[in-house]
């Protein structure tokens, strides 16, 4: 990657890290613009709309880039969330250490003051977390609640986005007849453990349902397993009308409609409980309406079977994701059961098994001749002629192929999930025998259908015994939400399915090829924000707060008069003279690392709208800055206005037309942590004055006009 107005006499690493940085401005804040990605070599673009796909689709050829790929992948590998405020930061404080540069403040100082005016400023924000217990009650007790969502969309049939009014996304089978089931039990029957008793459909005009709401003497307390959150229930009038408890009509959508019933079972769960947690998923989601509507109904079902089996709730492990290209947003759903796509000629297999219990194989590896599993030693004093034989010529290949066969039809296997790749000739040869091979199937989805189907995984078929082989699975043509099945020309969608599993798949859909990996990384944001949130057990408040009284700390530091160099600071830096330079240079670089805040703050309500400018938006935060100062404690005036919601202007950006009441949060560790990894990356640039260039290019340089600038070893 080329980069544009780098000064050789100053910083080039950090240089690089601004200009990197620059190009992911636009990537802040909930309101976010896309990005075309375009090589010029082929003239092929992709679309992007976060920093992880940003820094993936760059040619990063410098030492500084290769570094910042590696923390921003780093940080989306462990919270999913929070790389595009690490990048942003990255870029401001590798200008603002560039500014100190520019005042002759030493490297030492500049690394000493900014990692412990960052330390400080990690304390001090801890006043901003609320936990998650605190959160259900106040979104239990507000007298103001968040309208909810209003679609335009597809609202038809059972196979549907169900109820877009309570955001449930939710598809059921559209087989069973139109009946209506009282909610009175939790017993895990037929299909999916009989969820047709646990989905709630507020919608009107879906069918009638029993009353959901407690007793008014009702004091019972629920507790979410697996996350150590209790949510209580509040001394409130219970709702008859709300979006989750109402009396609803005849359906209108006559025998589409289906078996749709309830997610909120009356004897068990609180109306504290599901309001709150439905709506943290929301505060937290920042904009991201679709997935948080897909998310709330994967808590709703979570959260009910969980209350009746007594397991975990909100298992993330239970959740898998089937991009559609080719159908409308609006057919995304959430699919019990396990959805994928395969061959036409597979989707052939399939209708043969109709409703017939199959047995079922799990295989932890790839199906092919030549697959060993890690750790794997070969034999020694064996001389190899042939590594990798042709399976379509030579009769070793096909006497494998034989043999992999004989061993499936022996024990009567119809449907085999493997975790890696499959041999193509025994794919071919398994569907000529109505035997179904799915492969690239998580680890996770082979866990879950072991455990309902009793079967075992094994590394090779030849390790197949009877024991390992399971039975009671379903395998069926996914249906969209008009209740007709999907053909996208060169993939089906299938789901397979048994009776009791947990499994979720978050069925994605898109008719922009470009757009379908930004749809996929947006719900598992939602999915992992809402995770990291209850791993916590706390959030902080959002929309800026949190920035806000960074910035307001990080200058009264600045602001305070300089005192004598300790002793503590004479050990640290291991002469005097240094420390006291630290010591005469603090403000200059508590100034700087404040100024990364500030930025960010601007662009943000540039992105949100919220400002025409960055000259209007440094203005505002200037104008909260000094009546925080004047109100004397910054954090209370920060929590009044969040509290008032006259935050920056702020409601909640893409949810105001949602209500007054709502409010958003964001995650502690996954914001602390990219505020931690931003600094450290900009710090090992700034302490990384040497590189040491070996190869073709050292004779370039060596002919070059730039060779001055260099020393060569």
Not at 484 to 490: H, P, S
Not at 516 to 531: A, G, I, P
Request: aromatic share 6%.
């Amino acid at each position: 990657m080329a980069f544009r107005d780098v000064n050789a006499r100053r910083h080039i690493g950090l240089q690089q890290l601004t200009s990197l940085a620059l190009a992911g401005r636009t990537l802040l804040g909930p309101m976010k613009s896309c990005k075309f990605i375009v090589d010029e070599s082929t003239n092929q673009s992709t679309l992007i709309c976060s920093a992880v796909r940003l820094i993936e689709s760059l040619d990063l050829t410098s030492a500084a880039g290769q570094l910042l790929n590696e923390t921003i992948q780093a940080q989306n590998k462990e919270f999913k969330t929070g790389m595009s405020t690490l990048l942003f930061l990255t870029g401001a404080w590798s200008n603002a250490v560039l500014e100190c540069l520019q005042q002759n403040v030493p490297v030492s100082a500049i690394v000493s003051v900014m990692s412990e005016g960052l330390n400080s400023c990690c304390e001090r924000v801890q006043c901003l977390q609320i936990s998650i217990h605190d959160v259900n009650k106040e979104l239990c007790s507000s007298s103001v609640r968040p309208n909810t969502f209003k679609s335009e969309t597809c609202q038809i049939g059972c196979d549907s986005l169900l109820n877009p009014q309570s955001f449930l996304y939710f598809q059921e089978d559209i087989s069973a007849p139109e009946e209506v089931i009282p909610i009175n039990s939790c017993s895990f029957q037929e299909d999916y453990c009989n969820f047709n008793k646990c989905l709630a459909s507020p919608l009107a005009g879906c069918g009638s349902i029993t009353s959901l709401v407690r007793p008014a003497g009702d004091k019972s307390t629920s507790v979410i397993s697996g996350s150590g959150v209790i949510a209580s229930s509040c001394n409130k009038q219970k709702l008859t009308h709300s979006r989750y408890f109402s009396t609803l009509g005849k359906s209108h959508f006559s025998s589409q409609q289906g078996n749709f019933q309830g997610y909120l079972s009356g004897q068990s769960l609180d109306q504290c409980d599901c309001y709150g947690l439905g709506h943290l998923a929301m505060t937290l989601s920042h904009g991201n309406q679709t997935s948080v509507k897909l998310l709330q109904s994967i808590v709703a079902y979570q959260q009910e079977r969980a209350e009746c089996s007594g397991s975990s709730w909100f298992n993330i492990a239970e959740v898998v994701t089937c991009c559609l290209l080719g159908l409308p947003e609006s057919y995304s759903c959430v699919s019990p059961g396990f959805v994928t796509l395969v061959s036409p000629e597979q989707a052939k297999v399939i209708k043969c098994f109709e409703d017939k219990p199959l047995r079922i194989l799990l295989m932890d590896g790839d199906l092919t001749e030549q697959y060993r599993h890690l750790g794997f030693n070969r034999p020694c004093n064996v001389r190899t002629v042939l590594e990798h034989p042709s399976l379509q010529e030579g009769r070793a290949g096909d006497l494998w192929l034989s043999s992999m066969l004989d061993i499936l039809i022996s024990f009567e296997v119809d449907l085999v999930l493997v975790k890696g790749n499959v041999c193509e000739n025994l794919m071919e040869r398994c569907i000529a025998n109505s035997i179904l091979v799915v492969g690239s199937v998580t680890r996770d989805v082979l866990c879950a259908f072991g455990e309902v189907t009793s079967a075992q995984a094994v590394t090779y078929l030849t390790q197949l015994n009877a024991s390992c082989v399971g039975s009671g699975a379903l395998v069926e043509l996914w249906e969209a939400c008009d209740g007709r099945a999907v053909d996208l020309g060169e993939l089906v969608p299938v789901r397979v399915k048994a009776q009791g599993i947990p499994l979720l798949t978050a069925v994605l859909t898109t008719t922009v090829a470009s757009k379908m990996q930004l749809v996929e990384d947006r719900f598992w944001t939602s999915v992992y924000r809402l995770h990291h949130a209850l791993i916590d057990e706390k959030v902080f408040l959002g929309g800026g707060a949190v920035e806000l009284l960074c910035l307001s700390h990080i200058q009264m530091l600045a602001e305070q008069p300089l005192q004598p160099a300790n002793k503590d600071a004479v050990k640290e830096f291991h002469s005097p003279w240094l420390a006291a330079s630290a010591t005469e240079c603090k403000s200059v670089v508590l100034q700087a690392l404040a100024s990364g805040w500030k930025q960010y703050l601007s662009v943000v309500m540039c992105n949100t709208a919220k400002a025409a400018s960055e000259l209007e938006a440094c203005t505002s935060v200037d104008h909260h800055l000094k009546k925080a100062a004047d109100c004397g404690s910054p954090s209370a005036y920060i929590l009044k206005e969040f509290r008032r919601g006259d935050l920056f202007r702020g409601g909640s950006g893409p949810f105001t037309d949602h209500g007054e009441g709502l409010k958003v949060y964001d995650n502690v560790t996954a914001k602390t942590e990219a505020w931690r990894r931003a600094l450290d990356l900009v710090l090992l640039v700034l302490q990384t004055d040497a590189e040491i260039i070996t190869g073709p290019k050292r004779d370039q340089l060596l002919n070059s006009h730039l060779s001055s600038e260099f020393m060569f070893l």
